[in-house]
């Protein structure tokens, strides 16, 4: 599945963004959909995911109660809310679609297709 993400930008400590990314041309009833972080000279970690045809989601610890994803079926987008943020979530997000399984969904190593990324760059 084709996938784009928007949504990043500079924002001070505190304040809050919405990234969201567009499945193009595909429902995602059948895909799992997650973000994910990187930070320059790390890998990438695994923030949150949404099963496909449920409404279940996990959470990193480093974002719970701060961040909510969410997904639109009608438009085929899945977004994540971001509040409270730190200087600590900076960082490249990517989002990124396997077709539904049931491995763990914090499995980063298992999602097959990835968006562009969208740079988040939170100022203390």
């Known amino acids: 599945v084709q996938l784009q993400a928007s949504g990043g930008g500079l924002v001070h400590a505190g304040g809050s963004l919405t990234l969201s990314c567009a499945a193009c041309?595909?429902?995602?009833?059948?895909?799992?959909m997650g973000w994910f972080r990187q930070r320059p000279g790390m890998e990438r970690d695994f923030v949150a995911s949404?099963?496909?045809?449920?409404?279940?989601?996990r959470y990193a610890d480093a974002v719970k109660g701060r961040f909510t994803i969410s997904r639109s079926y009608a438009r085929s987008t899945v977004s994540l809310q971001m509040n409270s943020l730190k200087p600590e979530d900076t960082a490249v997000y990517f989002c990124?679609?396997?077709?539904?399984?049931?491995?763990?969904?914090?499995?980063?190593?298992?999602?097959?297709?990835w968006g562009q990324g969208t740079l988040v760059t939170v100022s203390s």
């Open positions: 041309g595909r429902s995602l009833s059948n895909w799992d």
């Open positions: 949404i099963k496909g045809g449920s409404s279940a989601t």
């Open positions: 990124g679609a396997r077709r539904r399984s049931v491995v763990d969904l914090t499995a980063t190593e298992t999602y097959n297709d």
